[in-house]
Nanobody
Framework: QVQLVESGGGLVQPGGSLRLSCAASGSIFSIYAMGWYRQAPGKQRELVAAVSSSGSTNYADSVKGQFTISRDNHKNASYLQMNSLKPEDTAVYYC???????????WGQGTQVIVSS
């Protein structure tokens, strides 16, 4: 059984920073891509950033230059560094991972990020 757990969310003022973490545990031999998504109230879940097993990254246009995704393959973890946060970044952030041997992508339970003064 594989489990993904996010952490690092919270309340931050506009212009502030947060670093989200996603830790995968369980029977994991290898992880392909890892990603971060977000879902704001009343909106669909959207891709924020993703990183391949080789370290290649891609970002939503709305966060390019503002967010940075990274991963630690030894720890089966991914991270999302979020800088210059804006109220429109308020959402529940979810991590996912494409894990060798799993039919479906694994998802975490989400962590709330609120950007407000």
């Amino acid at each position: 059984q594989v489990q993904l757990v996010e952490s690092g969310g919270g309340l931050v003022q506009p212009g502030g920073s947060l670093r989200l973490s996603c830790a995968a545990s369980g029977s994991i031999f290898s992880i392909y891509a890892m990603g971060w998504y977000r879902q704001a109230p009343g909106k669909q879940r959207e891709l924020v950033a993703a990183v391949s097993s080789s370290g290649s990254t891609n970002y939503a246009d709305s966060v390019k230059g503002q967010f940075t995704i990274s991963r630690d393959n030894h720890k089966n973890a991914s991270y999302l560094q979020m800088n210059s946060l804006k109220p429109e970044d308020t959402a529940v952030y979810y991590c996912n991972a494409d894990i060798l041997g799993l039919v479906e992508v694994a998802w975490g339970q989400g962590t709330q990020v609120i950007v407000s003064s």
